[in-house]
Each structure stands twice: as structure tokens, then as C-alpha cells.
């Protein structure tokens, strides 16, 4: 998903006028980190998070210097998503999901974490920060974890068009999720 003209404009009337000398036609590759996470995407998630990414730290560079957002986690296979679901259950720890192996966005390579870093490096668990992320992730056409009624999760954010039911159907059936 690359932007389209209309919406860099709707970005940069929001945030800024600055930035638009300073946006490519495409997405830039992300740092080190969000590239490992965002390698395990599909193609599709992997640009859009890529875009969303740089539209959030091109919003952070001009109203938040030094903060930096990056992808912290993307896709999880079934095992890696039961060790989690263990976790503050049956294993140390709290309480992190309530999402067994084949029950998670994360497991069907649409979806990803954001993490913001204060300029100092510091990993910000909460911060206004993820609701401008949610913004601008809204803007781009994705579903945001922040606008989920039942389970609000800031960080998160997926490719809209799907349902849970619908991605496990095609992965039990091989069908290609693209
Ligand atoms: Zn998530």
C-alpha cells in the first residue's frame, strides 16, 4: 500500500507542512530491529508497516524530537503463541494475552507491534504518542488495537479486511493469506 497523493496530503495538512519535501513515494527501509519483525510479515503487511512506520516517526521528528517508534514484534507461530498465553498462567510472569496458538492476528503475518523510545532509548509501555500512531494508521487504512472496544491494545495494528475466523479458515484450507 503506497500512499496516494490525497492522502500524503490529509497527513501533512494534520501534522505538518514540512513534511512533505522530506516524504519519499515509497517507504523507506525501517532500522535494524523493525526490519527482523517486519520480515515476518506477509508482502502486503510488510509495506504497509513499513509506511505506517515512517509516517509515524516523520511525526515524531517534527513534534516529538528524539522520540522513535519501531516494530517490536510481528509474527508469532502457534508454539511461540501458547508460551505466551502460558505466561502469568502456567509459567512466571503476567498476563500478556488472551490468545492461545491460532487465536492471535499475530499468527497469520497481518499483524504488528509499535513501541515508542523516548530519546534516551527508553521503551515508553504507555504514551500519548500511541494514539498519534493510531492516527496516522488510521489515515493509511489499517485497523488500529486502540479503537477495539473489548481489548484495547495501542500498540497494535493489522491490515483491515479480515476476520480471526476467516484467516484460520484459509490457513487450516492452505489458502494463501495475501
Ligand atoms: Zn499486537
Redesign the pocket.
Known amino acids: 500500500m503506497i500512499l496516494s497523493r490525497a492522502d500524503k496530503d490529509k497527513l501533512i495538512a494534520l501534522y505538518s507542512a514540512s513534511l512533505d519535501a522530506e516524504w519519499p513515494d515509497g517507504p523507506l527501509p525501517a532500522d535494524v530491529r523493525s526490519e527482523r519483525n517486519i520480515a515476518t510479515l506477509i508482502p502486503r503487511a510488510q509495506k504497509a508497516a513499513r509506511e505506517h512506520l515512517q509516517g509515524v516517526n516523520a511525526w515524531l521528528f517534527t513534534h516529538a524530537k528524539g522520540h522513535v517508534a519501531k516494530i517490536i514484534?510481528g509474527t508469532r507461530t502457534y508454539a511461540e503463541q501458547d508460551k505466551l498465553y502460558a505466561q502469568g498462567r502456567t509459567a512466571p510472569g503476567k498476563i500478556v494475552t488472551n490468545a492461545r496458538g491460532g487465536q492471535?492476528?499475530?499468527n497469520f503475518g497481518v499483524?504488528?507491534?509499535i513501541g515508542v523510545f523516548a530519546p534516551l532509548g527508553a521503551y515508553l509501555g504507555d504514551s500519548p504518542y500511541y494514539d498519534k500512531a493510531g492516527e496516522i494508521g488510521r489515515i493509511q487504512g489499517l485497523e488500529w488495537?486502540g479503537d477495539w472496544r473489548t481489548f484495547q491494545?495501542k500498540?497494535?495494528?493489522?491490515l483491515a479486511g479480515f476476520t480471526l475466523a476467516k484467516l484460520q479458515d484459509m490457513k487450516q484450507n492452505g489458502i494463501a493469506i495475501t
Not at 500498540?155 to 493489522?158: S, V
Open positions: 514484534d492471535s492476528w499475530h499483524a504488528w507491534d488495537g491494545d500498540p497494535h495494528f493489522q
